[in-house]
């Protein structure tokens, strides 16, 4: 699977450079310093704070435990999640939604893999919010209906618009497609002028950088980033003020 990103410059972030802790029942890639891996070359990138690429056995996951004043998403790219929190939500999250839970002022969650045979893979990302505490609150989607192919489906954004999810920062997530032979243009964002790739799956080239899954780069004031693909290629863009 092999696809094009070009931007003007584009640090990137190996997959096989990230820390990594393996607990038996949970094997995990953090992009950036979380728990007992400490980096201070990599803190975060603008607002963005934490992408942990998860993969958590049958029966297994996290007991209940605190968050405040942090913007949480989770996207499952396999496998199911069980989300139970303080403010009364509980749900299954299947492969291909998308949750997000604002902190706020302090809730408690659980995070379990309910499959007795499969694991679950995920991405959980953390966004510092603009301004610390409010009331905790909670949503998901089924993203379906947004995703298009060689496209890109806006998934959380500060003002809700086009039936994302509005969050407490100025940032934007966005899931993108790449596919065989088409060009996909990414135009510029004055409002938001840096932006980090994470690649989920499929190849990708930016600035003459080879991209294989797990990788991701930091996009430094970013002009339009065009992207064409041989193979479908799925990742997630973050743009960031």
Avoid at 142 to 170: C, E
């Amino acid at each position: 699977m092999t696809a094009i990103l070009e931007s003007p410059t584009a640090n990137v972030r190996r997959a096989d450079e990230r820390g990594h802790a393996d607990h038996g029942w949970l094997k995990t890639w953090h992009s950036f310093s979380f728990a007992d891996y400490y980096d201070p070359a990599h803190m975060g990138y603008r607002s963005l704070r934490v992408i942990n690429d998860d993969f958590i056995a049958p029966g297994k996951g996290f007991g209940m435990h605190p968050h405040r004043s942090m913007e949480i998403f989770t996207y499952i790219i396999s496998g199911r999640l069980e989300h139970k929190d303080s403010m009364g939500n509980g749900r299954v999250i299947e492969t291909g939604q998308f949750q997000y839970m604002s902190a706020g002022s302090g809730v408690y969650h659980s995070e379990f893999n309910p499959s007795e045979d499969e694991e679950v893979h995920l991405l959980q990302i953390w966004i510092t919010p603009e301004v610390p505490g409010g009331e905790p609150r909670y949503a998901d989607m089924d993203t379906t209906a947004l995703k298009r192919d060689g496209g890109l489906a806006l998934f959380a954004s500060p003002d809700g618009r086009g039936g994302s999810m509005p969050i407490r920062q100025n940032a934007e997530i966005h899931f993108g497609k790449a596919l065989p032979g088409e060009a996909l243009v990414i135009p510029a964002d004055a409002e938001r002028s840096h932006a980090w790739l994470h690649l989920i799956s499929g190849a990708a080239m930016i600035g003459g950088a080879a991209l294989s899954p797990g990788d991701s780069c930091a996009i430094l004031s970013p002009g339009t980033i065009s992207v064409s693909a041989t193979e479908p290629s799925e990742f997630l863009l973050f743009r960031l003020a």
